[in-house]
């Protein structure tokens, strides 16, 4: 079975410095893929970024990156730059064999002015 | 960037009514779909995937005969609540997947259910 934790019920951070959300996970599968989603007040599910087991190199989009330590099995969201609409709730997820998705609780970062 | 609809996005309804959820893949062909259920303050938990053409699997503890999942096309499926009652009341968010080695999900904005 596949578990994903993320230790940090609450953040904060301060605008225009960069933060790291903790992700990290156990499974049996080799293959398997991870995701970071942002909800916002609204409840929409905004995709983030995406690493793959098998990727070599840490994912990066834009402001985010993923600190994927396998060994470690950790997947760490990192944040640069924050911005005030960066504040939301921040899942962690990782796909099963059928490519559902399983979360953690989430993290709810606040940036502060 | 691939954009997955639902509606409606607020419900309030009776207890003992049933309630259909929509949820349309606009940009691309959903081969599947998954519906995930999320409590105040909670995670989503996934409750049934849907595949176009065939029966919808369930996770353990949903109950089929109450939570009904077509997936009729490539771009439309719906959740029915039947006989809704208030414990039932929630966030209902579907998400999309275009298949083959595609890894990305894509999901809608969610509806809101209360049950009276």
């Known amino acids: 079975a596949q578990k994903i934790t993320q230790t940090q019920p609450g953040m904060f951070v301060q605008e225009k410095e960069a933060v790291t959300l903790d992700c990290t996970y156990d499974t049996s599968d080799p293959s398997y893929g991870l995701f970071w989603y942002k909800q916002p007040s609204s409840g929409e599910m905004i995709f983030l970024i995406y690493?793959?087991?098998?990727?070599?190199q840490n994912a990066t989009e834009g402001r985010y990156s993923l600190n994927f330590q396998k060994a470690r099995k950790s997947a760490n969201l990192v944040i640069s730059a924050s911005q005030l609409g960066d504040s939301a709730m921040y899942f962690c997820a990782m796909r099963d064999s059928g490519y559902a998705l399983n979360f953690g609780k989430g993290t709810s970062l606040l940036v502060t002015p | 960037g691939a954009v997955v609809s639902q509606h409606p996005s607020w419900v309030i309804c009776k207890s003992g009514t049933s309630v259909k959820i929509e949820c349309r893949s606009l940009?691309?062909?959903?081969?599947?779909m998954f519906w995930y259920r999320q409590f105040p303050k909670q995670s989503l938990m996934l409750m049934a995937t849907?595949?176009?053409?065939?029966?919808?699997?369930?996770e353990q503890g949903v109950e089929k005969d109450k939570f009904l999942i077509n997936h009729a096309s490539l771009t439309l499926s719906t959740l029915t609540v039947t006989s809704a009652h208030p414990e039932d009341s929630s966030f209902y968010i579907c998400s999309s997947r275009a298949g083959g080695r595609q890894e990305t999900q894509y999901f809608g904005p969610g509806t809101r259910l209360l049950v009276l």
């Open positions: 940009d691309f062909q959903a081969t599947t």
């Open positions: 690493q793959g087991s098998y990727d070599q």
């Open positions: 849907s595949n176009e053409g065939s029966k919808a699997t369930y």
